[in-house]
């Protein structure tokens, strides 16, 4: 008996923290090119389209912390591509229910970035917060009906008609009437009085 419930003790030990962190409920993705919010939803198991989302998006580490730490040691370089937001509901006690918010760069290069702010309230701690990448979590967005492609003209992105035109031809503008307002003052004959 001693045995088995040292046994028991060492397998409760060795389960990774994803499995006893209670994940959540609803995930809902919202950003440029999206005609309405992307909501995935399922049951709180291993194996379902929601945890999968919540694992490949770095939801567990970055909400509770793992070691060892897949989480990146900060921003990664470069332009990340348009910014989307994550609205996570993970249910608590009691009727209780977390919002807890993550941004997710679908479009980075090599591959998609997620981030989540530290201090957001989860049960009875925070969370850790972090950067968090992922191979395939692109291809999970684009499952679940993100765009193949980042919209043209998005945030972040890059943009058909570059707004150092649309600066230049103001200013053009601009200088051509304050001329025009110059030159016509001078024109005019002084008045008797």
Same mark, same amino acid.
Request: aromatic fraction near 8%; charge should be positive.
């Given at each position: ?12 030990? @060795? ?92 479009? @980075? ?25 992922? @191979? ?56 008797? @009085?």
């Amino acid at each position: 008996m001693k045995r088995i419930t040292f046994l028991l003790a060492i397998a409760a030990l @060795a389960l990774p923290a994803t499995a006893l962190a209670k994940g959540p409920s609803e995930a809902k993705i919202d950003g440029p090119g999206l005609g309405k919010a992307i909501t995935i939803t399922g049951a709180e198991e291993p194996g379902t389209p929601l945890m999968n989302f919540a694992e490949r998006a770095g939801f567990f580490p970055a909400a509770f912390s793992q070691q060892p730490s897949p989480m990146l040691p900060g921003r990664p370089s470069g332009n990340l591509g348009p910014k989307y937001s994550i609205a996570y509901k993970v249910p608590g006690g009691e009727g209780e229910s977390y919002d807890i918010r993550q941004d997710i760069y679908p479009y @980075a290069k090599p591959y998609a970035v997620t981030f989540m702010p530290a201090g957001q309230k989860i049960f009875d701690m925070t969370t850790v917060g972090g950067w968090f990448q992922d @191979a395939g979590l692109k291809d999970t967005l684009v499952s679940a009906g993100l765009p193949a492609t980042a919209p043209s003209g998005s945030a972040g992105g890059s943009s058909s008609f570059p707004t150092s035109l649309v600066g230049g031809l103001l200013a053009a503008f601009l200088l051509a009437a304050a001329t025009t307002v110059v030159v016509r003052r001078r024109a005019r004959p002084a008045t008797a @009085a």
